[in-house]
């Protein structure tokens, strides 16, 4: 009994392939296979990019000018649509098609060939083939953060970041100014004590924007772990995005200013993108480090230290700092002086709006 199973490559190749392999060995021009196939260019250019299916009347042509067996130039082009047919599947399969749908960012399309089309302009990329090119590097960063601690979707990370950056081409900033940036942070430190995400966050994507910096909040879809991203999708204009996964205050602003902080101390490194399972690097601690500074800074840590978990000595600590209670509770939970059962009514949680 065979053991053995079935390679089912990434890939397919069109009979073309095959087609421009033999016309480059005998050194025939494309011009002049269109003459011997009595068609057109075009109509070539087709048949060599797949675009034509290959029905018997082509074969028995194909036979007369290149050689081979009419039921051999059949059952290739049989074979590479249904390598195609099944890529296109797998990929649809890999994608969180239901909350890109539910969330807005495609609409539903009853034909399954429309449907691919529709993913394919969302990712602004002309095949399955050009998307894995595209994202790639994307496909190793995941896999590598996200293969011990749980199943993350690289498909379903591309989904939310090109969602992001769909969403930042609508936002007018001025030019990236990390000078500027900095002092915006003094004021987005002080909307942490704002309660309703409608007060402080148009205000914070406006202080951002005025220092080059898009802020975006995209809700995860399935598959993708990521509390936020940072890159620059120009010289001049950054992306800041998070997605509010916790819906907690405390780590909603410490994801803000840790992707600040790339932002500023790593920002031309190339594409950050932070998950539970991010790993432990200097840049990432660099990146904490920063956001702990901020949120509480140096001359109160040692009063942080020796807090008790008590809610009434944590307000007074978080109105006297500055800040929302339940970023010290989120701090201290951290930095493990406090258990993460302790005082989390202090923390304000959030909720979509379908």
């Known amino acids: 009994m065979s053991n053995t199973q079935q390679f089912h490559p990434r890939w397919a190749s069109a009979p073309g392939d095959t087609i421009a392999d033999l016309l480059e060995e005998r050194d025939v021009s494309l011009d002049d296979f269109a003459h ?32 081979a067996s009419v039921e051999f130039w059949m059952s290739r082009d049989f074979q590479f649509r249904e390598d195609t047919a099944r890529i296109d599947s797998e990929w649809l399969a890999e994608l969180p098609l239901s909350d890109m749908l539910t969330f807005g960012w495609l609409l539903h399309e009853p034909n399954p060939s429309d449907q691919l089309a529709a993913c394919l302009r969302f990712f602004n990329v002309s095949s399955i083939h050009a998307w894995n090119h595209t994202y790639a590097a994307l496909q190793e960063k995941v896999a590598f953060r996200t293969s011990m601690a749980f199943k993350s979707r690289p498909a379903a990370v591309a989904a939310w970041l090109r969602q992001g950056a769909i969403q930042a081409e609508t936002i007018h900033c001025k030019p990236w100014d990390g000078t500027h940036f900095k002092k915006c942070l003094l004021i987005a430190r002080s909307l942490t004590r704002a309660k309703d995400p409608k007060a402080f966050l148009p205000v914070l994507e406006r202080s951002c924007a005025e220092s080059g910096v898009a802020l975006v909040i995209v809700r995860s879809p399935a598959g993708c772990r990521a509390s936020g991203a940072t890159t620059f999708l120009s010289r001049e204009k950054a992306l800041l995005l998070l997605s509010f996964r916790y819906l907690t205050d405390d780590q909603f602003w410490f994801s803000f200013f840790h992707e600040a902080g790339h932002l500023l101390l790593h920002g031309d490194q190339g594409l950050f993108l932070e998950s539970d399972a991010a790993p432990t690097t200097p840049r990432e601690r660099e990146a904490s480090g920063f956001a702990e500074d901020i949120l509480i800074p140096p001359e109160f840590q040692e009063i942080l230290r020796h807090l008790r978990p008590d809610a009434r000595e944590v307000i007074r600590f978080a109105r006297r700092a500055g800040v929302s209670p339940g970023i010290v509770v989120g701090q201290l939970q951290h930095s493990k002086r406090f258990k993460h059962n302790q005082l989390n009514s202090l923390k304000r949680r959030f909720r979509w709006m379908d």
């Open 36 to 67: 011997r196939m009595d068609c057109s260019l075009p109509a070539v250019q087709d048949l060599i990019h797949g675009q034509s299916p290959i029905t018997i009347a082509i074969a028995r042509q194909l036979t007369l000018v290149l050689g």
